[in-house]
């Protein structure tokens, strides 16, 4: 196998290492979101059924 090969090669496995990374973050990010949307629709079910107990700082 030649040096550009070999470099080739490397390279190769470098994206495939990022690419399965970015999978990951992209895979975290969107439990994030999903948990936020749910947090987001218990406050809102909150403040419906007890305005007193919020309060505004």
């Known amino acids: 196998m030649s040096k550009l090969e ?8 470098g994206f495939t290492q990022v690419n399965s990374q970015l999978d990951k973050i992209e895979n975290r990010i969107s439990t994030v979101e999903d948990a936020t949307g749910t ?3 218990t406050v ?8 007193e107990d919020i309060e505004v700082c």
């Not at 070999?6 to 496995?13: M, N, P, R, T």
């Not at 079910?45 to 305005?51: A, G, K, S, T």
């Open 39 to 41: 947090i987001l629709e």
């Open 44 to 51: 809102t079910r909150i403040e419906l059924n007890q305005p």
């Open 6 to 13: 070999e470099v080739l090669k490397a390279v190769e496995v």
